[in-house]
């Protein structure tokens, strides 16, 4: 238990300062008076009480944060904070249940997307940027949030950095110390959102729109303030804008980071991850519009472009956005963009899935087996570029993809023994464990989460964290090792 108790005084801490994020819905709420302000303001209060309470209760228990702590943390706060974000949508929404209250703030914080909320077009212009703050809040970890301003918190941020951000290889600072990191990184993802919520306001959504959708475009989120989605605006405008900003939001934002240090695109040139990326979206994109064209679904070479293009886009790097019903598609469509959400955002980025540079690594290590098969004596070593990857690091890549599958693997049979269809089943599980939100069958493109029990919901809420901690993150808790001493 005291091992526990310098966790739950930084907990507090952070609740204390997550409370801070209901000031923009309560702005919303006054702007628009759309009566939801004294909602907003209650969660606001049990927030802060509960994170002063936590620290009350365990300021005597400060101590500097141990590795295993950080891992704790991360899982802890994740839950925890979306619980607290549940009592807007309870207290506004009196017929919703806790179970599908906490799968809208979880769906919501781990950039899943997925909804089981109807009706967003009248919904309380407060509670819509309540969700898509909390999808951008999740994009770039709440954690990594945190470590800005742990000088503040008095704990060490490295432990909380490489629990949080995703990829192999974590140990990389882009400056001396882990605070200026993450503040770089923010201030790289606030500016960007900035921009792109100006350029859709451009094309004449309104302020709401436009930035909640940046909100959601930039965190690879994929929630919309409307039922249809991104179809409800149709315009070509709208969906350039967007692309372009998910595409940013799916690099490594250390890349972003460089470029702007360096004032230098060859950055990107000499990431091999982003040219992995760039190589399988775009063949992606010439496949799919050219058999979507030929077999009749558009019969203008253009249109097909545009739609697949933004589809590709959307659901192959996990931002969810959908501007067509795309299970009207020839089926390899759709299941070929849903395993593109495994496999191609970056390291570092917005996206979930195992991530662009497991896979080259794994692509290598095959490779390198293959080539072991003919000549048995031959040193070849892994390589990204020009730089060897350490044997521990292929061998963690190793673990974590079989760990990966087996979750998705395993998570669909438990979907399918509870009753729901194979295909629903298979990629509800991909869509929650690589945080892209929609599916097919019954949580398709053109419906949501709503039919799902609530058990069907509660296995989704568990994938969704599984998938945004990248499984091991938030597995090791398990294990009897984790607990000894």
């Known amino acids: 238990m005291d091992g526990l108790l310098p966790v739950a005084n930084v907990l507090g801490r952070l609740l204390s300062i997550f409370s801070l994020a209901y000031l923009m819905p309560i702005v919303a709420a006054l702007i628009y008076d759309d009566g939801t302000i004294h909602e907003f303001v209650a969660a606001m209060v049990v927030s802060l009480g509960l994170g002063f309470f936590l620290y009350g209760m365990t300021r005597t228990h400060y101590r500097e944060l141990k590795p295993r702590d950080g891992f704790l943390l991360v899982s802890t706060v994740w839950v925890l904070i979306a619980t607290i974000a549940t009592l807007p949508l309870l207290l506004v929404y009196d017929t919703m249940s806790f179970t599908d209250a906490f799968f809208e703030a979880m769906s919501a914080l781990t950039t899943t997307g997925a909804t089981v909320m109807t009706d967003l ?104 303030t409307r039922d249809a989605g991104i179809s409800a605006f ?39 991850e982003a040219r992995g990326m760039f190589t399988l979206i775009g063949l992606s994109i010439v496949a799919l519009t050219l058999d979507l064209w030929l077999d009749g679904t558009y019969d203008n070479l253009l249109e097909a472009l545009r739609h697949v293009s933004f589809n590709v886009v959307s659901i192959g790097l996990s931002c969810g956005f959908a501007s067509q019903d795309y299970e009207k598609w020839s089926i390899f469509a759709p299941l070929w963009m849903l395993f593109l959400a495994n496999i191609t ?28 098969l003919i000549h048995p004596a031959v040193v070849n070593p892994v390589k990204l570029g020009n730089n060897p990857i350490p044997n521990q690091v292929v061998m963690a890549v190793l673990g974590f993809i079989f760990l990966y599958f087996m979750s998705v693997v395993g998570l669909t049979f438990v979907m399918m023994f509870s009753g729901l269809d194979f295909l629903s089943s298979l990629s509800a599980i991909v869509g929650s464990f690589t945080n892209v939100g929609p599916g ?3 949580v398709g493109p053109s419906g949501n989460y709503s039919a799902l029990t609530d058990f069907q919901t509660w296995v989704c809420s568990f994938t969704m964290l599984l998938g945004r901690l990248e499984v091991l993150s938030l597995a090791v808790i398990f294990t009897p090792q984790f607990w000894q001493k």
């Open 121 to 224: 077009d009248n919904a309380p212009p407060a509670i819509n940027l309540w969700r898509h703050e909390l999808n951008w809040l999740g994009g770039m970890g709440i954690l990594v949030l945190a470590v800005a301003v742990l000088p503040m918190l008095g704990v060490g941020g490295m432990q909380l950095y490489k629990a949080e951000i995703p990829g192999p290889m974590k140990d990389s600072k882009l400056t001396a110390r882990i605070t200026d990191t993450a503040k770089a990184l923010w201030l790289i993802y606030v500016s960007l959102t900035v921009l792109c919520a100006l350029l859709l306001k451009q094309t004449g959504m309104s302020w709401l729109d436009a930035i909640c959708h940046a909100f959601s475009g930039m965190s690879l989120g994929g929630l919309s």
């Open 440 to 442: 097919l069958g019954q």
């Open 234 to 272: 149709d315009d070509p405008m709208v969906e350039i804008i967007l692309m372009v900003f998910m595409i940013i939001a799916a690099i490594n934002f250390s890349s972003h980071f460089l470029a702007v240090q360096r004032r230098s695109l060859m950055v990107y040139l000499r990431d091999v």
């Open 345 to 372: 955002a970056c390291s570092g980025s917005t996206g979930g899935g195992i991530k662009m540079i497991r896979t080259l690594i794994l692509a290598k290590q095959a490779n390198r087996e293959l080539t072991r």
